[in-house]
């Protein structure tokens, strides 16, 4: 029988050695994702280490383990939840130190290297930015060319590295007596690695038809643009195609020129009665050298009010779609955590789960493509729009296929990289997922680490498919808040904020993240909202 006082007092003491330890963890990120350092890149390292030794007790891991074994005999639901978080953050912990260590050193110094590294087009160094505009809209093949194996230079730097983690990753988990890193860090996230791949096959099943003939018509776009028999990876917009072409009739960005992202950003979270001043205050937005060129957002520790933060790559002066968007999905993450109810106990003062935060930023950033949203909080005169409303819908719908095919990508790749780390054809068998399921061909002769140069499969391994859960979760979450809450645009209203702050913010992680969709929802997650919207 569990002593809840017992329990109590522990959690007590974890939560005075651990808070502070993780503070300092999350702000040594913030600071070395801001400047790429060597002095910050070894504080990361320092804060990891010292926040990994406070679970490297075995004697009192194997307390909470014996609680975690037990729970169902506690009636306090609270106290019960705290149990399963805390084992789970201390299982994720547990094995060799010296790996632990090892770890921590590598992926601080992969992390230095993405945010350090600039691709080279003509003798120069170039940062995403620039390849990203030139894979938009440059008709010079050979500079289309040059950008996208610039984006891919980072790969031959980090390869080692990434298999290296792999190793280490695998380690512990088979320490742990699971079958590969894969496998512990799914069960870790409270996911069933045999439902998760069932519904990955759903979706490749749904998708299958209908992004092959979207791939056949952008792939006709495409040849006549650049005179060419076959497309090949640098006639695409995006360096790993996770994302379509833009309707050339179309053109987003001329909807944010002259615009204030961040004042637009204010305004569509005002609009829900969500605030984020306090956030941009705190935020690091704008491009410049040293910085990590890519967009997250950070909660710095658990004490309230909530310091949380988001690094974007805004460019002074030009404000663009890609942007504009990033911006909706960054500040959605940041809503959330900005939220949770201060009164939870320290280790449910969280999200409930990766994919539920992707659920709201992704919901957020579909405003994209949305004429009332556009007209009515971006400003843009209902005119304009008249001619591009099933541009847009098309365009949602190209984007959510797109994405979901590029996802499936990163999904069997994860798997196969922890069940052999060591296998020679990496290089092989990312082309040849590349091939099935987005259909873009491997440039002939071609055989470097293009899968090393996604930063996800370093630093956020075995991820990808919260994104797609987030998807069928937006999907679910939004046709239910406009049905029952708003019976409108969801975006337009403060009631949709308020449920939004009742039923997902507020709570935090005192539920599992199938209950969390099921009260918000009044279902468990069903794909069929999501499914839906790609026809």
């Known amino acids: ?79 019960r939840r705290q149990i399963e978080v805390l084992y789970r953050t201390y299982a994720s912990r547990q094995g060799d130190p010296e790996v632990l260590e090892q770890i921590e050193e590598l992926e601080a110094e992969v992390n230095a290297v993405y945010g350090n590294h600039r691709g080279r087009i003509g003798g120069r160094e170039v940062g995403d930015n620039e390849i990203r505009e030139i894979l938009r809209s440059s008709d ?61 096959d759903e979706l490749e099943s749904a998708t299958e038809a209908p992004f092959r003939a979207l791939k056949e018509e952008l792939d006709e776009n495409l040849k006549k643009r650049f005179g060419v028999e076959e497309v090949l990876p640098w006639h695409l917009p995006d360096p790993f195609f996770q994302e379509p072409p833009e309707d050339e009739g179309l053109d987003l960005d001329r909807f944010f020129d002259g615009k204030d992202l961040e004042a637009l950003t204010r305004k569509t979270y005002d609009n829900l ?38 690094l974007a790559n805004l460019r002074p002066g030009k404000p663009d779609a890609y942007w504009a968007e990033t911006m909706l999905h960054e500040f959605g993450h940041a809503v959330y955590d900005r939220h949770i109810n201060p009164k939870l ?93 987005q259909l873009v061909e491997r440039p002939p002769g071609r055989n470097e680490p293009d899968w090393a140069a996604k930063l996800h499969v370093a630093l956020a391994p075995v991820y990808y498919h919260n994104y797609v859960l987030g998807h069928l979760t937006a999907a679910q979450l939004r046709h239910y ?3 029952y809450i708003t019976h409108g645009p ?32 009044g279902e468990q997650l069903n794909p069929d909202y999501f499914v839906a919207s790609l026809r």
Not at 277 to 295: C, I, N, P, T
């Open 140 to 200: 010079d093949e050979k500079l289309r060319r040059e950008s996208w194996e610039g984006s891919k230079s980072v790969g031959r730097r980090v390869e080692e590295s990434v298999r290296e983690l792999a190793r280490l990753r695998n380690r512990l988990a088979r320490d742990a007596g699971h079958e590969s890193h894969y496998y512990r860090s799914l069960e870790l996230q409270e996911i069933n690695s045999g439902e998760l791949a069932r519904l990955m």
């Open 345 to 437: 106990p320290y280790l449910l003062r969280s999200i409930a789960h990766t994919n539920t935060t992707e659920a709201i930023a992704l919901m957020m950033d579909s405003l994209m493509d949305d004429p009332a949203w556009l007209s009515g909080v971006a400003g843009v005169p209902a005119s304009e729009l008249d001619g591009d409303r099933e541009r847009l819908a098309r365009r949602g719908k190209a984007d959510r296929l797109v994405f979901t095919r590029w996802a499936l990508v990163m999904f069997h790749f994860e798997r196969e990289l922890y069940a052999d780390p060591d296998r020679g054809d990496l290089n092989t068998l990312w082309w040849d997922l590349v091939g099935r399921f």
């Open 1 to 79: 029988m569990i002593s809840s006082a017992a329990v109590e007092r522990f959690v007590r003491r974890f939560e005075e050695r651990a808070a502070p330890a993780e503070k300092a963890a999350s702000e040594a990120w913030w600071v070395l994702a801001t400047t790429g350092t060597e002095e910050a890149r070894k504080e990361l390292v320092r804060t990891g280490n010292e926040y990994n030794r406070l679970f490297s007790d075995s004697e009192e891991f194997a307390r909470v383990k014996g609680w975690y074994e037990e729970r169902g005999s506690l009636e306090n639901t609270l106290l």
């Open 273 to 310: 009665g969500l605030e984020v001043r306090d956030v941009l205050a705190r935020s690091d937005l704008y491009e410049r050298e040293g910085k990590s060129q890519h967009a997250f957002c950070l909660g710095v520790g658990r004490d309230y009010p909530y310091d949380v933060r988001v």
């Open 481 to 483: 808040l406009e049905s």
């Open 490 to 521: 969801f975006f337009a209203s403060e009631a949709a904020g308020r449920y939004l702050l009742e039923a997902v913010f507020g709570p935090g992680a005192r539920e599992s993240w199938q209950d969390t969709v099921l009260r918000a929802t």
